[in-house]
C-alpha cells in the first residue's frame, strides 16, 4: 500500500531533499514539494528530484484572479506534475480556468479548509458553520467546477468522498498515534484517513524529521 504515501519534502535544501527521497523512496509512492521547496530552488529543484522516478504533486495552493492562476498553472506543464493545488475559495471561475490550463496528464485538486485550521479559526475568517460544513460546500463547488479532486483533512474526507463518490481525495495533516501533532489540529492517522476514503496521503514530518526516515516510513507503511 504504499503507493498512496506521497512525501512532503518541505525543506528549502535540495540536497537534504534528495536524501530524504534516497531514504524512504521504496516506502513512498510520490514526492510532495511545496512552497517552502519551490521558492528556494523553482523549476531547477523540481528537474532534479523528477529524476528519482516518482510521481511529483506541486503543492503550490494557487488562489489569485483566474487569468492569472491560469497563465501560472501553464508555466507549470514543462515539469509535468501528476498533480497540483489550487485553493478551492478562490471560485469556480478560476478552478475552471486552472483545470482547463492543465495538462492532460496532470490531477488538479482543490484544497478546501486547511487542517491547520478548526471552527474557531474558520470563524475568524468571517465564515460561520464548521469545519465540515465548509468542506462540503467547497467540495461541490470543486467537483462542479471540474476538477479532479479536493484536499481536506481525514476528519472530513469520509463526508466529502460520500458527496463525490469518484473524487480524488487528497488528505495530508495525518499522524501516528502519539505522534506530536505541531501545528495541525484536525489531524487522525494514517489508517483512519485510508478507511475514511483517502485517495492519497501526505506526510511530511512525522517522516522526515525522524532520525531513521525510511524506518518511519516503513513503520507507517505497515499500518496501512
Ligand atoms: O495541500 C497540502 O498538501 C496541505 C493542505 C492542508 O490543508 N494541510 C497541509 O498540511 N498540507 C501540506 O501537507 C504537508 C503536511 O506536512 P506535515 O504536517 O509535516 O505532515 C505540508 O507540506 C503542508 O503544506
Known amino acids: 500500500?504504499?503507493?498512496?504515501?506521497?512525501?512532503?519534502?518541505?525543506?528549502?535544501?535540495?540536497?537534504?531533499?534528495?536524501?530524504?527521497?534516497?531514504?524512504?523512496?521504496?516506502?513512498?509512492?510520490?514526492?510532495?514539494?511545496g512552497l517552502e521547496f519551490f521558492c528556494a530552488n523553482g523549476h531547477h529543484g523540481v528537474h532534479e528530484m523528477r529524476k528519482f522516478g516518482l510521481p511529483i504533486f506541486l503543492d503550490l495552493k494557487l488562489h489569485d484572479i483566474p487569468n492569472t492562476v491560469a497563465k501560472a498553472v501553464q508555466a507549470l506543464h514543462s515539469l509535468e506534475p501528476a498533480i497540483i493545488t489550487v485553493h478551492a475559495s478562490g471560485g469556480r471561475a478560476m478552478m475552471e480556468d486552472a483545470?482547463?490550463?492543465?495538462?492532460?496528464?496532470?490531477?488538479?485538486?482543490?484544497?478546501?479548509?486547511?487542517?491547520?485550521?478548526?471552527?474557531?479559526?474558520?470563524?475568524?475568517?468571517?465564515?460561520?458553520g464548521t469545519a465540515r460544513e465548509q468542506v462540503a460546500r467547497l467540495t461541490e463547488l470543486a467537483?462542479?467546477?471540474?476538477?479532479?479532486?479536493?484536499?481536506?483533512?481525514?476528519?472530513?474526507?469520509?463526508?466529502?468522498?460520500?458527496?463525490?463518490?469518484?473524487?480524488?481525495?487528497?488528505?495530508?495533516?495525518?499522524?501516528?498515534?502519539?505522534?506530536?501533532?505541531?501545528?495541525?489540529?484536525?489531524?487522525?492517522?494514517?489508517?483512519?484517513?485510508?478507511?475514511?476514503?483517502?485517495?492519497?496521503?501526505?506526510?511530511?514530518?512525522?517522516?522526515?524529521?525522524?532520525?531513521?526516515p525510511d524506518q518511519a516510513a516503513r513503520e507507517i507503511e505497515a499500518t496501512l
Not at 9 to 14: A, G, M, S
Not at 181 to 187: C, F, N, S, T, V
Open 99 to 128: 483545470k482547463a490550463a492543465a495538462g492532460v496528464h496532470t490531477k488538479v485538486v482543490a484544497v478546501t479548509m486547511l487542517t491547520s485550521l478548526d471552527d474557531t479559526d474558520l470563524g475568524e475568517t468571517g465564515v460561520s
Open 143 to 212: 467537483r462542479a467546477s471540474g476538477l479532479d479532486g479536493i484536499v481536506c483533512s481525514g476528519a472530513e474526507v469520509a463526508y466529502a468522498r460520500k458527496l463525490w463518490p469518484s473524487g480524488f481525495f487528497v488528505v495530508p495533516g495525518v499522524r501516528p498515534s502519539g505522534a506530536a501533532k505541531g501545528d495541525q489540529k484536525r489531524a487522525v492517522t494514517p489508517r483512519e484517513a485510508l478507511d475514511a476514503g483517502a485517495s492519497i496521503l501526505v506526510i511530511g514530518r512525522p517522516i522526515t524529521q525522524a532520525m531513521e
Open 1 to 33: 500500500m504504499s503507493s498512496i504515501i506521497y512525501v512532503a519534502i518541505d525543506t528549502p535544501l535540495l540536497t537534504r531533499a534528495q536524501d530524504i527521497v534516497r531514504s524512504v523512496r521504496n516506502h513512498v509512492g510520490g514526492i510532495k514539494l
